[in-house]
């Protein structure tokens, strides 16, 4: 999976799967842009990113997740319920502020 923090009045965690960058997918009136610019970031293991989540959810950061593993990995972490997690053409997301 791909990470990206984006440093603004807080923390903007993007994370996505890395076979979805620069991708987009569309369902009806819903769509999701795995932009590059604000996704591609640096590869990171599943424990890296699981410590690095319960972190930055303690410093109350904002958090983007794209994609079957990611958000996987976000619920299992904790920082994510089912509730939080929305679909379009078939890709899981989840926003969390």
Do not use: W
């Amino acid at each position: 999976m791909l990470i990206k923090i984006h440093d603004s009045y807080r923390k903007v965690i993007a994370v996505c799967d890395s076979e979805l960058i620069g991708k987009k997918f569309e369902e009806g009136k819903m769509q999701l842009d795995v932009r590059e610019n604000f996704f591609k970031g640096e590869e990171i293991s599943d424990g890296e990113a699981i410590r690095l989540f319960q972190k930055e959810r303690e410093n109350y950061a904002t958090f983007n997740i794209v994609g079957v593993h990611s958000v996987k990995i976000a619920l299992g972490a904790g920082i994510i319920s089912k509730g939080n997690v929305g679909e379009v053409d078939g890709v899981p997301f989840a926003l969390l502020f």
